[in-house]
């Protein structure tokens, strides 16, 4: 995969009769080298089910007069870019009409992406349908037909679908169409069936072309449905609704997958399909940065007009994003990430489809962790424990017979766990399945309640907290207190109320609330979900303080202020590691739409890195400027502290560490 790769979207409805009309070869290979573009996703079909192409398995555009698709593939291979292929699965409205009965039906015979038949959007196809067949044919004429480098297919997954085709085979079964399970686990065959057989139609005429399968969002701990791709793209556009929280949190399990990926973003203020829509330079300079601190490729989403003239204004705005990703590439290649700590997904162990936004426990957990910059992986039940020296178990882990065995053995081995909520019990929630030194005794009436820390919070010394999420009650067994519960003194309601919110804390001493021990710190909070919620600072002190009590020895640490971003990514075919540091404050405009704007610079910013040997030199890259260092091995310890400051931070900046 290459690093600098455009998402052409290309959708047309039939009103439009120009489609294509101004489209020019030496144009069009202007905007991708203004763009500074390698790699641009074309398309066959979109949404309205057209085709941009001649075909006899579906139907060209009625407004288009040539072979739009391969005149694409021949400008852009003539100047070296790659063309990967875009086929619309899941939605085609032209078939939609054309055939109401291959439409994926919720329980009340809608379609799921519309509230009613009057709503101006596309309908879901059934891919346990005659629709399957179809689709595969228009897949196998485009493979045949182009010398494409890839097949994006979107708009696909796993659906709880009630249309007659599916009803019908759940009675063939034996299975009952009222049983929600059922429906989804028929869901999941239709899903696997429908790859399954879309790949294998690839293979027979093309085995290398690479495919993806595009869900909107890659659900961790469903290695069954990563494996189904040839490599992963992680749509993520943080004006479209997905913030600046979500690709953090799914990169950083993605990374470890072994597979290679980009990170897809858009040059639009909002969402796809925004004509005349522009972000601002600095956020695409951000994004595709991030993109690169965290392991992987580049994609921006641009879609193209319908007369086929490619917008300067949107290859000036990318380019400038794509300029510098140019002259990092060559310390991103092949780079592995350095982690001290490990987030037990949530999502990972949880039969809930939580959808791109995900669950609160990871993106609380995963944004405390940026902020403290600490170095971490998102895992799932299958990872290695054994490589991270703290685990976090965030909010709703509930262990069952095998997990709680591998806990065991990584606890056995001197890991260390951070839980919090309810994880640690049993899958029927009645007691801790591992020792972490306290004893559930029931969930908290009271609700919010209060934590007293029994050490110094920051400025507030030991000041009683509010936390508004329902906590669990414990009783020490061989564990020791680090803070202690108090609640309220009574819950409110309409003939028991205090004040604006809630009534303050009684100072009776409630039970722990923090316990330490030898296996680790319990949080009796869900103080993951709490902080993605309502985001309070006292929730990060508390946990940075206990994380700071179970990893004394980080591998980085840096003055950079909370908004910051680091990692430490290693190549090792070059013996490096690179420090990739960011810095950029998303805010909220209109109703909610997080976006960057200014870029401030920082300057000598200090960084301190663990290593295991001394580096012979540290540069900043793509500069290659020298940076002075100092070089020291603490007594009795195995490793080197290199600290050097960075002079400038402007947005990102790397730093090799070259061994």
Request: aromatic share 10%; charged share 25%.
């Given at each position: ?131 399957l067949d179809a689709l595969i044919r228009q897949i196998e004429e485009v493979v045949a037909a182009y010398d494409a480098d890839g097949l994006f297919l979107d708009i696909v997954g796993e659906k709880m679908c009630y249309c ?162 140019a002259q990092k590439e060559a310390w991103c290649a092949g780079a592995t990430n350095v982690a001290d700590i490990a987030v037990l997904s949530v999502e990972a162990v949880s039969d809930a489809d939580t959808g791109f936004l ?31 020296k703290v685990l976090i178990l965030p909010d709703a882990i509930l262990l069952g017979p095998r997990l709680r065995g591998k806990l065991e053995r990584y606890l056995a081995d001197g890991g260390q766990v951070l839980a919090s ?239």
């Amino acid at each position: 995969m290459r690093f600098r790769q455009v998402h052409l979207d290309f959708h047309n409805s039939e009103l439009l009769q120009q489609i294509g009309s101004r489209f020019s070869k030496t144009q069009f290979q202007e905007m991708l080298t203004l763009g500074h573009v390698d790699s641009i996703t074309l398309f066959a079909k979109c949404h309205h089910g057209w085709s941009y192409h001649p075909t006899a398995a579906g139907a060209m555009h009625p407004g288009l007069d040539f072979d739009l698709l391969g005149a694409m593939i021949e400008a852009a291979r003539e100047i070296g870019v790659r063309t990967p292929v875009y086929v619309s699965a899941g939605l085609d409205e032209r078939l939609a009409e054309s055939h109401p009965e291959w439409l994926v039906r919720d329980a009340a015979g809608l379609s799921p992406t519309r509230q009613d038949y009057l709503q101006p959007f596309y309908r879901l196809l059934c891919m346990n349908s005659p629709y399957l067949d179809a689709l595969i044919r228009q897949i196998e004429e485009v493979v045949a037909a182009y010398d494409a480098d890839g097949l994006f297919l979107d708009i696909v997954g796993e659906k709880m679908c009630y249309c007659h085709h599916c009803i019908a085979a759940l009675r063939r079964e034996g299975q009952d169409p009222r049983d929600a399970d059922a429906v989804r686990e028929l869901g999941k065959r239709v899903y696997a069936e429908y790859t399954s057989r879309v790949n294998e139609a690839v293979r027979r005429i093309k085995p290398e072309l690479g495919v993806f399968h595009n869900g909107g969002h890659i659900r961790r701990g469903r290695r069954d449905l990563i494996r189904m791709n040839a490599h992963l793209e992680l749509e993520s556009l943080p004006t479209g609704g997905y913030g600046y929280d979500h690709f953090p949190l799914s990169a950083r399990y993605v990374q470890n997958l072994g597979m290679e990926f980009l990170g897809m973003t858009g040059k639009f203020h909002t969402h796809w399909g925004e004509f005349g829509g522009y972000k601002h330079p600095n956020a695409l300079r951000y994004e595709t940065a991030l993109s690169l601190a965290n392991g992987a490729r580049c994609s921006v989403g641009d879609q193209l007009h319908p007369e086929g003239l490619m917008d300067e204004a949107t290859y000036r705005l990318i380019g400038s994003a794509y300029g510098e990703v140019a002259q990092k590439e060559a310390w991103c290649a092949g780079a592995t990430n350095v982690a001290d700590i490990a987030v037990l997904s949530v999502e990972a162990v949880s039969d809930a489809d939580t959808g791109f936004l995900g669950n609160g426990s990871d993106t609380g957990a995963v944004r405390m962790l940026l902020e403290g910059k600490y170095l971490f992986d998102v895992v799932d039940t299958e990872a290695d424990f054994g490589r991270y020296k703290v685990l976090i178990l965030p909010d709703a882990i509930l262990l069952g017979p095998r997990l709680r065995g591998k806990l065991e053995r990584y606890l056995a081995d001197g890991g260390q766990v951070l839980a919090s909520g309810r994880s640690g019990l049993t899958e029927e929630g009645d007691r801790f399945a591992i020792d972490l030194g306290v004893r559930w005794t029931g969930e908290n009436p009271y609700r919010p309640a209060y934590i007293r820390p029994d050490f110094p919070l920051s400025d507030l010394g030991s000041a009683s907290c509010v936390f508004y999420a329902r906590s669990q009650l414990v009783e020490l067994d061989g564990g020791r207190p680090l803070g202690r519960l108090e609640n309220p003194y009574y819950n409110r309601d309409l003939f028991a109320y205090c004040s604006h919110q809630h009534f303050p804390n009684s100072p009776e001493d409630a039970g722990p609330a923090i316990v330490e021990s030898g296996n680790g710190i319990y949080v009796s909070w869900p103080i993951f979900e709490e902080y993605a919620t309502v985001g309070s600072y006292v929730s990060k002190a508390l946990v940075r303080h206990a994380l700071d009590r179970l990893l004394p020895r980080k591998t980085l640490e840096t003055g950079l202020p909370a908004q910051g971003v680091v990692t430490v990514q290693r190549q090792e075919a070059f013996d490096r590691n690179v420090v990739h540091l960011l810095y950029a404050s998303p805010v909220k405009r209109g109703q909610g739409i997080e976006i960057i704007e200014d870029i401030v610079p920082l300057y000598n910013v200090a960084v301190a890195v663990r290593c295991g040997k001394p580096p012979a030199e540290v540069y900043l890259a793509p500069e290659r400027t020298p940076l002075p260092f100092d070089c020291r091995q603490e007594d009795g310890d195995d490793a080197f502290c290199v600290a050097f400051k960075v002079p400038e931070l402007n947005g990102h900046q790397m730093v090799v560490l070259q061994f």
